[in-house]
Structures are given as structure tokens and as C-alpha cells.
């Protein structure tokens, strides 16, 4: 009952945050994949064919696109959930796992989806779940069954129930857009003639915060999806940039120019309680604020970019960044072991991910432009923007490297992107 309960909400929020106007759909190329993928079987469900769109369609292709997983085809016959399956079968047709469901009709048009996972190696049930949905819910559903699917079979949560925002020009239009990770579902939350930047999600999935230029000037709003409020937040003399949201979404922290050189300061996100966060004779921008307490940042305080860390609540600034003369735009992964950020290699702006505990850092990438790197709720993709053909592309990569995909706007420049959170 809990879990219903908990999903309930979550799709009561995000088909609130859907009655945006949809827009052009992302569409996604798989450019790499990792070197040793999982095969498992993934048949259509018992009594699928009721629906008007397949649910495991959406389970597949959200595997498929992960780069983790090979699916293995058998024919058009479900597996019923209800049925133990032959799993020495599943092992013989090379699968190492096996899903199998059923839609279960419920009053008023509903259905329950009632789904089981087996491990055909070890010959044993890894778990099973039941969820409620309408017909129309069939993507939402079958990104939740993705995510159960690779929370069992490789250890960590899944990120395709999850949602990201972006911003597209077209001609002299921007729109802050919001779809979900596969590209699919996308709704425009603001259309302006001017720039709009630096969109950062809530810790709730439910606001976003972003920098628009609609009154001439960059100023800061919050915008709640579910309504399509907004409350500016920072519109100060000069500049107000780069918001930042803090763990418990409370707090944003900014840049702000009001006193001179662009500076580091946190507010409340009704507007309230201006403070500053660090002085510097240079300039401080780009902040992120992590879950281990530092706020991460990029200066030239030592005479070219790199990236800083200061405690939250104040104190003196740490170097992070060491290797190379040029590092910006950091960002921690949600569990505070990985920094993602721009780095200068040979002339080229890439992707980089540092080690926070040996040091160690990695080019992932192998463009020439990239900008505004974003974790993936589990810390295993990074979303990017870069350019392809003369205009903006996002772009992902695994922090090993090894996958990567391309989400392109057909005619259109896409930048500035973020990935939300999972909604529990």
C-alpha cells in the first residue's frame, strides 16, 4: 500500500507538471555502449494487447538505451506473471534474467500491472511489484518498471523515471523545456524572445530555479511546475546569475554583482535573507551546492579558472582542481564521491570527472565545445551540452566512458541542460 501510495503521488505530479503545451520530442542516437551488456528477456505482458500503446515497448528501449543490457527476443508470447517461468529455458536461450507480467483490469477503466524479475542463473525470484495505471500512463509505467529492472541487475537506482530540463532556440525563440530522460513527453514551462540560462531543479523535483533576461537584465526566478508560478528570488543591481539549489531546497546560492566583481551569496527561495558566502579579490561564479555540506565553485582567485569548495555555512575556500590550467562548471554527484566539470584539454572544452577521494581525474569525452555537465540521479550518466553541425546538442556519457548518446531538437540549438532528481 505504501509503494501504491507513493507512486500515486508521483504521477499526480508530474501529469500536473505535463498540462505544459507539448513540444518537439528529443530524439535520442546511441553512440557507445559499455563492453559486457546483461541479456535478459523482457516478453510483452499478459493481456498488453488491451492497451492502446505497449508498456514493454517502453521497458525495452529504456534497457536498450542504457548500454547495459542485451535483449533477447522470444517471439510473441507472453510470460504471464502469475506462471513461474522455465528459467532453465531463459538460461538456455542465453538470458540471465527474465521479467514477466500481466495487466490486471481494474474498475473504472484502470488496470493493475503486476510484474516478477528471476535471476535464470541462481534460479531465483530477485523481487516483484504491482502498479496502478490508465492507458495513458503506459510510458510512466514502463520508465518505473525500467528503473526495478536496474535498481535488481546492476545495483544502483534507475534514472528513467526522471525528468530534464533544457532550453531551445529556435529563430529568436527561447523555451525552458522540460521532458522526461528519454527525450520523450516534452512541455515548454517559459517562452521568451530573450536568453534564458542556467536552469537547476529542486531537491523535490517540483521547482525550477533559472536565470531569464525578459526584463532586459539577467534575474533570478523560481518557478513551480505544478502551477506555473513564479517569484523572482534575486534582482539586484548588475548581474544575477547561476542559482544553485541547497540540499534541503531552502536556500539557493547565487552570483551576484551588487557589490562589484561577481561574488558568491546565498538566499532564501522566497527572495529572503541575502548573505554572502566567501570574499575574493577575483571573480566567483558557478556554484553547486553538494550534499556533503561544501559549496562548489569556479574562481580565478589563482590567476586561471579552477574549481573551489567552502563549507556551506562559511569559512576558508579549498582547491579542488589541479590538474591543468583551465577547469569550470563543477558539479557533484548525488552521493558526493564524483565531480563532473568542463576541462581545457589541447584547445577542446570536454567533460572531465574527478575522483574526490584519489584525485584522479578522466576525460570522458571527445568534442571540442562542451558545457553545463549534469549527474544522472545515480551518479552512472552525465548530461551535457556540446555542438554537432554548427548548433547545440545535448549529449550523455557514462562516468567510465564507454556509453554515450545523443539527444537532439531537429532545426534547433539545445542547450543549458539539467537533470532532476528521482521522485521517491
Known amino acids: 500500500?505504501?509503494?501504491?501510495?507513493?507512486?500515486?503521488?508521483?504521477?499526480?505530479?508530474?501529469?500536473?507538471?505535463?498540462?505544459?503545451?507539448?513540444?518537439?520530442?528529443?530524439?535520442?542516437?546511441?553512440?557507445?555502449?559499455?563492453?559486457?551488456?546483461?541479456?535478459?528477456?523482457?516478453?510483452?505482458?499478459?493481456?498488453?494487447?488491451?492497451?492502446?500503446?505497449?508498456?514493454?515497448?517502453?521497458?525495452?528501449?529504456?534497457?536498450?538505451?542504457?548500454?547495459?543490457?542485451?535483449?533477447?527476443?522470444?517471439?510473441?508470447?507472453?510470460?504471464?506473471?502469475?506462471?513461474?517461468?522455465?528459467?532453465?529455458?531463459?538460461?538456455?536461450?542465453?538470458?540471465?534474467?527474465?521479467?514477466?507480467?500481466?495487466?490486471?483490469?481494474?474498475?473504472?477503466?484502470?488496470?493493475?500491472?503486476?510484474?516478477?524479475?528471476?535471476?535464470?542463473?541462481k534460479q531465483l525470484e530477485l523481487g516483484a511489484m504491482a502498479l496502478p495505471m490508465t492507458p495513458a500512463q503506459n510510458r510512466l509505467v514502463g520508465h518505473r518498471i525500467a528503473d526495478f529492472v536496474y535498481e535488481k541487475l546492476t545495483g544502483l537506482p534507475g534514472y528513467f523515471a526522471t525528468r530534464i530540463a533544457y532550453v531551445v532556440k529556435s529563430g529568436p525563440n527561447f523555451e525552458l523545456q522540460i521532458a522526461d530522460a528519454d527525450g520523450m513527453n516534452a512541455a515548454t514551462a517559459l517562452r521568451s524572445r530573450e536568453p534564458i540560462i542556467s536552469p537547476a531543479w529542486s531537491p523535490d523535483g517540483q521547482r525550477l530555479a533559472y536565470v531569464s533576461f525578459e526584463q532586459k537584465k539577467p534575474i533570478i526566478y523560481v518557478h513551480t511546475l505544478t502551477t506555473g508560478q513564479r517569484r523572482v528570488v534575486a534582482n539586484f543591481k548588475g548581474s544575477n546569475s547561476a542559482p544553485a539549489w541547497s540540499p534541503d531546497g531552502s536556500q539557493l546560492a547565487v552570483v551576484l554583482t551588487k557589490d562589484g566583481r561577481s561574488q558568491l551569496y546565498a538566499v532564501g527561495a522566497d527572495g529572503t535573507g541575502v548573505r554572502r558566502l566567501a570574499q575574493s579579490s577575483g571573480i566567483d561564479t558557478e556554484p553547486f551546492w553538494g550534499a556533503d555540506g561544501h559549496i562548489y565553485f569556479t574562481s580565478d582567485r589563482g590567476g586561471s579558472p579552477q574549481i573551489y569548495r567552502i563549507p556551506a555555512g562559511g569559512g576558508s575556500a579549498q582547491r579542488v582542481s589541479f590538474e591543468g590550467n583551465y577547469n569550470v562548471s563543477p558539479r557533484l554527484s548525488f552521493d558526493g564521491k564524483l565531480l563532473a566539470f568542463i576541462t581545457r584539454n589541447a584547445g577542446r572544452f570536454q567533460v572531465a570527472v574527478q575522483d574526490l577521494a584519489t584525485r584522479q581525474t578522466t576525460i570522458l569525452t571527445d568534442s571540442a565545445r562542451d558545457e553545463s555537465p549534469s549527474f544522472a540521479p545515480n551518479g552512472r550518466m552525465i548530461l551535457y551540452a556540446t555542438d554537432s553541425g554548427g548548433r547545440g546538442v545535448l549529449s550523455a556519457v557514462s562516468t567510465d566512458g564507454r556509453i554515450r548518446q545523443r539527444l537532439t531538437v531537429q532545426a534547433a540549438d539545445v542547450r543549458e541542460p539539467a537533470w532532476g532528481p528521482r521522485i521517491r
Open 1 to 121: 500500500m505504501r509503494i501504491l501510495n507513493t507512486f500515486r503521488l508521483f504521477l499526480a505530479t508530474l501529469l500536473a507538471s505535463l498540462a505544459l503545451g507539448a513540444q518537439a520530442q528529443l530524439s535520442i542516437e546511441i553512440t557507445g555502449t559499455g563492453a559486457a551488456r546483461f541479456p535478459v528477456i523482457i516478453p510483452i505482458f499478459e493481456n498488453e494487447g488491451r492497451l492502446p500503446q505497449s508498456v514493454t515497448d517502453v521497458v525495452r528501449a529504456d534497457l536498450e538505451r542504457s548500454g547495459l543490457f542485451t535483449l533477447i527476443d522470444t517471439g510473441p508470447l507472453p510470460m504471464p506473471e502469475s506462471v513461474t517461468p522455465d528459467l532453465a529455458a531463459v538460461r538456455a536461450r542465453g538470458a540471465d534474467a527474465v521479467l514477466t507480467g500481466s495487466l490486471v483490469p481494474m474498475a473504472g477503466g484502470r488496470h493493475e500491472v503486476r510484474f516478477r524479475l528471476f535471476d535464470a542463473q
